[in-house]
């Protein structure tokens, strides 16, 4: 009996999943710079409509044509405080991003101070 040489196992699918998935955070990787000087993180990202490796998601952020300045502040866990504690009022530092749009790329600049990295 001859083996179809198009259906592949779940095992050769699972590895060209994790082989994809590990090229693609690579290629990521290449695009974010992040540094880190004591409490201050800086990271600087820039995307385009025609990188490789994109997932369905980043598809859908390039089908509208954007162009112009944008700024948003948001809130995030601390690292003050511990255990439940962590996701007090109280915890809570600012994380502000500046970015811009353009037809067919994006890049933001994020700034933040003791905020909690997984």
């Known amino acids: 009996m001859k083996k179809n040489k198009n259906i592949k196992t779940v095992d050769e699918s699972i590895i060209n999943w994790e082989l994809y998935q590990k090229i693609r955070s690579e290629r990521i990787k290449r695009q974010i710079l992040s540094f880190k000087i004591g409490p201050l993180r800086i990271k600087f990202v820039f995307r385009h409509k025609f ?8 598809d859908s952020s390039f089908r509208n044509y954007e162009l112009g300045l944008w700024f948003r502040k948001s809130l995030c866990v601390g690292t003050k405080k511990k255990g439940k504690a962590a ?15 353009l037809l067919v790329a994006k890049l933001w600049l994020t700034v933040s101070w003791n905020v909690l990295e997984f």
């Open 51 to 58: 990188e490789k490796y994109r997932s369905m998601l980043d």
């Open 87 to 101: 996701f007090s009022k109280d915890n809570l530092c600012p994380e502000y991003m500046i970015g811009i749009n």
